[in-house]
């Protein structure tokens, strides 16, 4: 006996999957708007520091009220591990990020002694905008290359279908995916920065 299959009228529902794409697509251009999105170091430049204590971590606002009184701007501190903290910070206009390295270091060494310096690593903004200019024009590329090989794979369909619709088509759903995936990213960034 033949199982039955069963038939899912998505063109025929198409208004209620647009519904449902704009209802989740749409918060995260409006996050993307207002709050932008949270880049790494490697695409707008600055400083991460990783540091490990070889004793029970101390809470994160302790190591943030430790931290205050060195007055560096947009200060990030964050777990890591067991014993890790990782500190970011952008670049600063009265003294170089080696210096500031250490003075975090001698400071939290005050309170404990433990403390040691995992990794430091700082990325100019120089290479931070050669970082994001070459991610856009590999964009760029791919999305020309995924649209001309789909036109070539589709060149038998008769018209008055085109094959470079289907391309075009191809990376405006894509296009439409990514947005999800951004817009998600830059809600979750905002809301969960400090965790």
Known sequence: METPH?????????RNWY?????????????????????GIDFKGGTLQDLHLNQ???????LRSDLSSLKISDLSV?????????IRFPDQAKQKPREIGDSIVSKLKQQYPTVSE????????SVASSTTQK???AVIIASAAIILFIAWSFASVPKP???????VTAILALGHDIL???GAFSLIGHFFAGI
């Open 19 to 39: 519904l449902l794409s704009t209802f989740l697509i749409l918060p995260g251009i409006v996050s993307l708007f207002v709050w932008g999105l949270p880049v």
């Open 180 to 182: 999800f995936v951004i």
């Open 78 to 86: 964050q777990t890591s591990g067991n014993q890790d903290v990782l």
């Open 161 to 167: 279908a085109s094959s470079w619709r289907f391309g």
């Open 56 to 62: 029970n971590r101390p809470a994160i606002e302790q």
């Open 6 to 14: 069963r038939h899912f009228n998505i063109i025929g529902t198409r």
């Open 118 to 125: 995992v990794s430091f690593e700082n990325i100019g903004g």
């Open 135 to 137: 991610a856009v024009w």
